[in-house]
């Protein structure tokens, strides 16, 4: 008799457990990763370059870091032509000076210089190292008078 009235009871819960009612929510989890365009460098606001004692200065690095496939366009420009210009009012020297971008040297930027890099895979980085090159003063053919000496150079990377 006890057997008989454990298993109803047994029977009865279990019939109250399925007769519950239930609700459910369901949802979509999404991470979103946006294009990303990173440029760093370890070149300093100001670069100064021996231009008695030497011909050339490695600067520094430009590393390019973008997650999406594309075409990358790099603009080199100098804000001088590609010469260093005496900082002192009235001095009408001018310094020239080549360019050194990644792999391609002797860059003359009396114009914007274009560099092109298509990416097939995106998480692409390319290091740029940057380096310039010059006569000694001494060498040169019309001797500058002692100033201080500078041109603004700007890189702009866009990938489309």
């Known amino acids: 008799m006890k057997k008989v009235v454990l298993l109803m009871f047994c029977l009865l819960s279990t019939g109250l457990v399925f007769s519950q009612t239930s609700k459910e929510v369901t949802f979509e989890l999404q991470g979103i990763i946006p294009p990303v365009l990173i440029l760093s460098t370890d070149l300093s606001d100001i670069e100064t370059v021996d231009l008695v004692n030497a011909e050339s200065a490695y600067l520094g690095k430009v590393v390019v870091y973008t997650n999406t496939k594309g075409l990358w366009t790099i603009v080199v420009k100098s804000k001088n032509a590609g010469r260093l210009v ?3 009012a009235g001095n009408e ?3 020239p000076y080549f360019f050194h971008f990644g792999t391609v040297d002797q860059i003359n930027l009396s114009k914007d ?5 298509n ?3 995106p998480k692409t980085t390319v290091e740029y ?3 310039v090159s010059y006569k000694r003063l001494e060498d040169l ?6 100033d201080v000496y500078s041109d ?9």
């Open 119 to 121: 990416t097939l895979v």
């Open 86 to 88: 005496g900082h002192t």
């Open 152 to 160: 603004i150079v700007t890189i702009l990377v866009t990938v489309s």
């Open 141 to 146: 053919r019309d001797p500058v008078v002692s």
């Open 93 to 95: 020297d001018v310094y």
């Open 129 to 131: 190292p940057i380096r």
């Open 113 to 117: 210089f274009f560099l092109t890099y």
